[in-house]
């Protein structure tokens, strides 16, 4: 299986990069993570212009990585689901998408033609640590689906 995990974001080093590497390490005897990071031209200019436009931008951004997969996006007022729920999203795919979209969120319409729109929780984080909170989930997800006793 492959997981993309395709976020709106500076490429720059971080403090969380050790973590994100350990947790793609972990999920490796499961599936083959590919981190995307996008802050192209177009997406820094938008942010000067307007919540409305940077959605755009985002979109256009995201829209070459939409072809193929089933397509997850991140979102606040996705649905809550627990890892039992979030284990199902991954099992039988053989490939596998999430969108993390930038500071503005993601357009209606981007959201609407995604196989499914989650949210990690009520309480708002930076996309660094929605990354390293996805990255777990997903290694709990395929525990759960091998029952491996790291789940419990």
């Known amino acids: ?11 720059e080093r971080s403090t969380y990069n050790p973590l994100y ?3 793609t390490k972990m999920i490796s005897r499961f599936a ?8 192209s031209k177009d997406v820094a200019k938008s942010h000067t212009i307007s919540p409305s436009a940077s959605k755009q931008a985002y979109t256009k ?29 991954l099992n039988d795919k053989m490939s596998i998408k999430f969108f993390i979209g930038g500071a503005y969120g993601l357009e209606e319409d981007f959201l609407k033609n995604s196989n499914a729109v989650i949210s990690l929780g009520n309480i708002t984080m930076s996309h660094k640590i929605a990354k390293a909170v996805l990255l777990e989930q997903i290694y709990r997800g395929f525990s759960i689906l091998s029952n491996h006793p790291y789940h419990k």
């Open 1 to 11: 299986m492959n997981i993309d995990i395709i976020s709106i974001a500076k490429k």
């Open 21 to 23: 590497k350990e947790l």
């Open 32 to 39: 083959k993570v590919q981190d995307i990071e996008i802050f």
């Open 61 to 89: 951004a995201f829209e070459p990585y939409k072809s193929k997969g089933f397509c997850i996006s991140l979102h606040p007022k996705g649905k809550l689901i627990d890892s039992f729920e979030f284990s199902k999203l």
